[in-house]
């Protein structure tokens, strides 16, 4: 089984619709982030978490809300998705100070229309 | 601010060749790590690489190794014996700690196929 999984894997959405990607790991990792990714633009960071009481903008936060449910959820949501939300959307998690490597989910492929 | 830098959106090498693949990166750090990260089709990010700024050897994971100049503030990647699996985007990546935690930034990322 994957360490940290995502779902859904693929999404079609309307503009206007509330939706939530969710990030589950197995690692027993602390901390973890969102991130999306679009052509030429590599991955910006939108959210991340270094424990279930901690949560933090990252680069390109507006729009995004997150919830840190347990130290192996950390759920993304779009309140009003618009189409400039289409993209690439990856979990990831790494472990205490002391972590130099990111694991990352497979990804959700999210499009609004 | 931390910035990474690729500035090779595309290339591409035969088979059983070398390539390198450059990323500059920018930050007032002394004590900082670099990675490259590997995305093939299947969209899974996959670590291939890391490197601490405070070690001078270049780090070398098989047929994958790193030319870390730090004064230059430079870290491309040498793939060698380039096999068809190598296609992939492939990110540099920047991390800096934190009293709390990692931060990580990412280049755009560059798209390399392995031509057979």
């Known amino acids: 089984d994957a360490d940290v999984t995502q779902t859904p894997r693929n999404r079609i959405t309307k503009t206007g619709k509330r939706i939530m990607l969710e990030c589950s790991q197995t690692?027993?990792?602390?901390?973890m982030y969102w991130y999306r990714q679009d052509p030429g633009l590599g991955l910006q960071l939108i959210y991340y978490?270094?424990?279930?009481?901690?949560?933090n903008k990252g680069e390109i936060s507006d729009g995004y809300s997150v919830s840190r449910q347990a130290q192996a959820k950390f759920s993304l949501s779009l309140e009003s998705a618009i189409p400039n939300q289409t993209a690439l959307y990856f979990c990831?998690?790494?472990?205490?100070?002391?972590?130099?490597?990111?694991?990352f989910g497979p990804g959700t492929r999210l499009t609004v229309l | 601010a931390q910035t990474v830098t690729q500035s090779q959106p595309e290339m591409s090498v035969q088979e059983a060749e070398t390539v390198t693949l450059s990323c500059t990166y920018d930050t007032s750090e002394n004590n900082y790590y670099l990675f490259w990260y590997k995305q093939p089709p299947s969209r899974q990010m996959i670590l291939v690489i890391r490197?601490?700024?405070?070690?001078?050897q270049n780090a070398t994971e098989n047929r994958f190794s790193v030319n870390f100049q730090k004064a230059a503030k430079s870290f491309s990647l040498k793939i060698s014996d380039s096999q068809l699996g190598d296609t992939a985007m492939y990110f540099c990546?920047?991390?800096?700690?934190?009293?709390?935690?990692?931060?990580?930034?990412f280049g755009t990322g560059t798209s390399l196929t392995v031509i057979p």
């Open positions: 978490s270094f424990d279930v009481k901690d949560i």
């Open positions: 490197q601490e700024a405070y070690k001078q």
């Open positions: 990546a920047f991390m800096r700690r934190l009293d709390t935690g990692n931060q990580f930034y």
């Open positions: 690692k027993g990792h602390d901390r």
């Open positions: 990831a998690t790494s472990v205490g100070s002391s972590s130099y490597e990111q694991f």
